[in-house]
């Protein structure tokens, strides 16, 4: 049999299948108005914001595939080979998403880990933007994935005036959407706004984020566990024994447990999420209130958990509960599936 024409065919068929599969894409802007359309009285400014985040993660995306090509890493106030001053990525990352965010118009202001204070932007728009630009960027170097995180209210003050603190300090129960950008092997937007958690991939060859995984659930048990063990002296005993307790054998359980931990919250929640496992962050000695940020790292994090149908708590109460007192306030963090967190629980409230 002459295997040519039925390669040939064959290609044919996976091309043809594969121009009809792309028919079928659905972009994020499309996946947005959908949504939109069934939110009732919804105007259309929480779409054109999600294209001015969607546009500042396209540009943010670029510049880190090409930051290994262009003297763009290193240390914030150096300077590179042309004379020129070297800014760090995440300084990068903050300056393209507020630019986005003030041409759009849809947004009133930024509180950012790159941002002292709020940033105003217009005082006309109704919505607060919290984010972590670029987080886990000391992994650009290296090449390990790294994340945008953000999350979105709507400001609490009259329109017209600047926002104020009130504004910013709203409780994570308050988000009306939340959300991360991943650059790793492919860069992906994932986010809810209280109707689940969806997943979208970026196609270079199209320019778009498309839909490619809808109704993301986390696994109620899962096999990872992630933790920084270098602080393992400073963890309370409770910690210490859950952490031996993911280290013990019991074939019926799956245990030991698969230890994995990039040093990038987004990378390491992404994977858990989609694979099932436990992301900790604990209050230690040196950081007796954690090291993660409420506003624009954990807050978000947790919607996505919980509307994945995971649990996010800080050791002693749901994350999304913690009532704000400054903008770059810490807390602790046990986030993922439901039954690990339920165990962990049992271990810490022992001490
Ligand atoms: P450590 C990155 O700096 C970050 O904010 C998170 O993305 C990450 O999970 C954590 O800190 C890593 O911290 O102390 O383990 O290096």
Known sequence: MHLLPYIRAKLGHLRINSDREMNKVITLSQFIAEEQSKAMGAKGDL????????LAAKIVNRDIRKAGLVDILGEHGTVNVQGEDVKKLDVIANEVFIDAL?????????????????????????YIVAMDPLDGSSNIDVNAAIGTIFSIYRRVTPIGTPAKLEDCLQKGTEQIAAGYVIYGSSTMLVYTTGNGVNGFTLDAS????????PDIKTPERGTIYSINEGNASK????????????????????????????????????????KGGIFIYPATQDAPKGKLRLMYECNPI?????QAGGIATTGTQRIMEVEPTELHQRI???IGSKEMIGVLMDFLREN
């Open 332 to 334: 602790p963090v046990y």
């Open 235 to 274: 963890f309370s005993p409770g910690l210490e024994k859950y952490i031996a307790y993911c280290k013990d054998v019991n074939k019926e359980e799956n245990r030991p447990y698969k230890a994995r931990y990039i040093g990038s919250m987004v990378g390491d929640f992404h994977r858990n999420m989609l």
């Open 47 to 54: 779409s054109r914001l999600f294209g001015d985040i969607k």
């Open 102 to 126: 003030t041409a759009g118009m849809d947004c009133c202001a930024v509180i950012s880990e790159e941002e002292e204070i709020i940033r105003q932007v217009n005082n006309d728009a109704k």
């Open 206 to 213: 199209i320019g778009d984020f498309c839909l490619s995984h």
């Open 302 to 306: 947790a919607f996505i958990t919980e």
